[in-house]
């Protein structure tokens, strides 16, 4: 696989993961402002919006984490990567260079001062596999809710697994903080700013643009009330 593929699935998976921060971003708003919508009446408005960005955080979530194998999912990107590491240009990076953004999930400080690609691809590997352990009943739940409530809509209740805005959360940032390693370490593309110890604030800031702007909207109505 040439590099110029890997580089398409990796920015495929970064345009799912935008529509999900810019749809969970907007829930947060309403959530938020929920009296004032509510004193405002735009209720019908309001429920429509949160309708559709639930729908949108839950299909780009499972697009992601989908298994497949003729979708571009988290899994077979990461395989991907695996067998075909020595493509890379980086092969061997120093540990010091890539200490300023603070990780959650991953941990690089078993990584030596000079690491190869492999020899990352080796730590995410075993990161992704704990996590995909870990919240595997969320991602399932997800599924369950795209298959049963938004691509079809089933006649008989379903007993199927739960999750939490919480954990949606989390699997967020998970993305977040992989995409980060993967495009920092393997292309040389900040995904942050020079001063930020967060992962991928670039998309981050750019996904929350539209919330941004509806935050500023309900503002001008609350300023006109006044």
Not at 208 to 222: G, H, M, P, S
């Amino acid at each position: 696989m040439s590099l110029e593929a890997i580089t398409h699935k990796i920015n495929a998976l970064k345009n799912n993961l935008f529509e999900a921060i810019e749809a969970l971003e907007i829930l947060k708003t309403i959530d938020s402002r929920i009296d004032f919508i509510k004193e405002k009446k735009f209720d019908a408005f309001i429920v429509a919006l949160q309708s559709n960005m639930i729908n949108s955080v839950i299909l780009s979530l499972c697009k992601i984490f989908e298994e497949n194998q003729d979708s571009n999912n988290i899994k077979k990107l990461h395989n991907n990567l695996l067998c075909n590491f020595r493509i890379f240009p980086n092969q061997d990076q120093n540990k010091r260079l890539y200490q300023q953004v603070k990780y959650t999930f991953f941990n690089l400080e078993p990584l030596p001062e000079i690491f190869t690609t492999q020899e990352l691809l080796d730590v995410v590997d075993s990161t992704l596999q704990s996590f995909s352990s870990e919240f595997q009943t969320d991602i399932k739940a997800l599924k369950a809710m795209r298959d049963t409530k938004i691509a079809h809509t089933d006649l008989k209740d379903r007993p199927y697994d739960k999750t939490t805005w919480g954990k949606v959360d989390k699997l967020i940032l998970f993305l977040k903080e992989y995409v980060d390693i993967l495009n920092s370490h393997l292309f040389n593309i900040c995904e942050s700013s020079d001063n930020d110890t967060k992962p991928c604030t670039s998309l981050y800031s750019d996904a929350t643009k539209a919330k941004r702007c509806f935050e500023r909207i309900l503002k001008n109505l609350e300023e006109e009330k006044e």
